[in-house]
């Protein structure tokens, strides 16, 4: 550890959805690393450790060291190039840098898509088909004394929704924390998540629709048969006992995970748990949020929306923005073949997305920026490797309950961030377009917007 | 002796902290291929922590090193693995119309494997 050390206090983590914004970084500048984190969880702690600087190029071209400049070059001539260009990712870098990403979507008319289709994309529709009774974090801080979660695992992937938000702190109207809380998890087999909660309610793989659907008829009077049980795994009486903690809550929340999106019925399985919590506004205060993985994801999905008005999958092939998931969302894209180039922004398709999409990633003209190498840099024709949003740079985030944080940078990195890289291939796509269309634009005259 | 399974995807704690030194890295790649299983299943299958098993459906197959779960922590039948390359293989590329593809409840035949028939 050198003398050259700086305090950075209220910094933001940005590993997962709950963007912490309180976490006091001691930073080594000799060394450019963070040597504490204070505040931060196992997974934030790991996030500020291990982003230091790298040793590979800040650019490569078919695995071959080349300058900034050149690679722009060569991303901007392949983006114009291809009849059908895709832009996926986003989620992992600042919404300065997603808003310059859809720019670019625009001028190539091409698709722009984020992981919020792998992860909540099936929640989103259902936002559009149901509608989503909501709040922000502070709300259930202050208020909630009923907290279920319903498909998720957050000791595993967000371990200061617990503690930050939702079960221990005391609020305006929870003056003792957990004891003025009762905590319900359900899920298929019992997570870490589990010995948080008061009730843990196992369900069968594949039946939390049914699950979900049977507590709206009991929520509404109706009567259901015994032999749910059978079908569910979860006994009419259990049933009839959370029905009876909700409706008997002051202010209760729904959170939900992936376990409800990736599986089969996907965004029925999101609009029957949004039913449910509108239902359940009958009797007392009820809300509902899906718990977002990414840091932010939740950005990218407000950036696209205020910018062509959808959140994910939209297309401008025409000159306008499309929406339409299972044509213009990406592991559909690829699995088809319709994509004849990729860039893909802060995030690794390559080592999560289905074998088929894998497989059409290796036919075609990859772009990759990250800031660690990963599976997808290491197919790409074009690679940028990035800094470190929220450590090597400041802008833009937003929570996972759609409120926008400000961050500050820890300390500076040789490596360009997204947005530069992106404005400038913004810039170079819109010249090339104008040239393909024999516009003529003289130095200074046009701005870029 | 094989038998079919449901296969789930995830986070794991685990995952998260390896996947901030690198995707590329040896402990990501541990994660990411550590199969959990009902104990009460790998006896069934005759199978002991660390052995080696195949799993495969019609999209592909992959070979993770198994680990064993209590029977009150994982039920029989439901296998755990931290998602990565290895799952990835086994997941159909169709959506139904979502852009989301099934990763979760992946129905897969797991059979032990020995070195020579890896």
């Known amino acids: ?449 | 002796m094989a038998e079919t399974m449901i296969l789930v995807p995830g986070r794991s704690s685990k995952q998260g902290t390896a996947l901030n030194k690198g995707k590329l890295k040896p402990e990501y790649l541990l994660v990411t291929s550590t199969l959990e299983m009902n104990s009460d299943d790998m006896q069934r299958l005759g199978l002991e922590e660390g052995d080696s098993v195949r799993l495969s459906n019609e999209v592909g197959e992959t070979v993770v090193t198994c680990k064993g779960r209590k029977p009150e922590d994982l039920p029989s039948g439901i296998l755990f693995i931290a998602y990565g390359p290895p799952s990835s293989q086994l997941m159909d590329g169709d959506t139904a119309g979502t852009g989301m593809p099934i990763s979760k409840n992946i129905e897969v035949l797991v059979e032990k494997v020995t070195v020579k028939n890896i």
């Not at chain 1, 940005?14 to 500048?29: P, R, S």
């Not at chain 1, 001539?77 to 989620?91: C, D, E, H, N, R």
């Not at chain 1, 967000?158 to 998890?185: A, C, E, Q, S, W």
């Not at chain 1, 929340?253 to 376990?259: A, E, I, K, S, Y």
């Open chain 1, 1 to 449: 550890m050198s003398e050259n050390i700086k305090i950075v206090k209220n910094a933001t983590c940005t590993f997962c959805g709950c963007v912490c914004d309180d976490m006091e970084l001691t930073v080594d500048l000799d060394e450019k690393r963070i040597i504490k984190a204070k505040n931060a969880c196992v997974l934030g702690r790991a996030w500020f450790a291990e982003h230091t600087i790298g040793d590979w190029p800040v650019a490569m071209i078919d695995g071959k060291e080349v300058s900034k400049e050149e690679a722009i070059e060569e991303t901007a001539q392949t983006l114009v190039k291809a009849k059908f260009p895709i832009i996926y990712g986003l989620s992992d870098t600042t919404c300065e840098a997603q808003r310059q990403a859809v720019a670019i979507s625009d001028i190539i008319r091409g698709t722009i898509d984020t992981t919020t289709s792998v992860c909540h994309g099936p929640s989103g529709l259902a936002f559009q088909g149901v509608g989503e009774s909501t709040m922000s974090l502070g709300e259930v801080k202050n208020r909630a004394d009923l907290v279920i979660y319903w498909g998720g695992n957050p000791a595993a992937s967000h371990p200061r929704h617990f503690t930050r938000y939702t079960v221990t702190p005391k609020g305006m109207f929870i003056p003792n924390g957990r004891k003025d809380r009762t905590v319900v998890l359900v899920d298929i087999r019992k997570t870490p998540s589990a010995p948080v909660a008061d009730l843990f309610i196992q369900v069968k793989p594949g039946k939390d629709f049914e699950v979900l659907w049977a507590l709206r008829a009991l929520v509404k009077g109706k009567n259901i048969d015994p032999s749910i049980e059978e079908e569910t795994g979860v006994s009419l009486a259990t049933l009839e006992d959370l029905v009876d903690k909700m409706k008997n809550c002051r202010y209760g929340v729904l959170f939900f995970g992936m376990g409800l999106t990736m599986t089969r019925g996907r965004h029925f399985n999101s609009g029957a748990i949004m039913a449910l919590t509108t239902d359940l506004n009958e009797f007392t205060h009820f809300v509902t949020k899906p718990v977002r993985g990414h840091g932010n994801v939740t950005g990218a999905d407000n950036v696209l929306s205020w910018q062509t008005g959808y959140p994910f999958g939209v297309n401008f092939n025409r000159g306008y923005p499309r929406f339409n998931p299972g044509e213009f969302t990406t592991v559909d894209t690829l699995s088809r073949g319709d994509a004849d180039a990729a860039m893909f922004i802060a995030s690794d398709p390559a080592s999560n997305f289905p074998k088929v999409a894998i497989e059409h990633m290796k036919k075609i003209p990859v772009i990759s920026l990250d800031t660690k190498q990963t599976e997808t840099s290491n197919l790409a024709h074009v690679a940028f490797a990035t800094s470190t949003y929220g450590i090597n740079t400041g802008g833009t985030v937003y929570r996972m309950d759609d409120v926008p944080i400000t961050m500050r940078s820890a300390f500076d990195s040789p490596y360009p961030d997204d947005e530069e890289i992106l404005t400038a291939i913004k810039k170079r796509v819109q010249e090339l377009v104008w040239a393909k269309q024999g516009i003529k634009i003289a130095v200074g005259e046009a701005r870029v917007a």
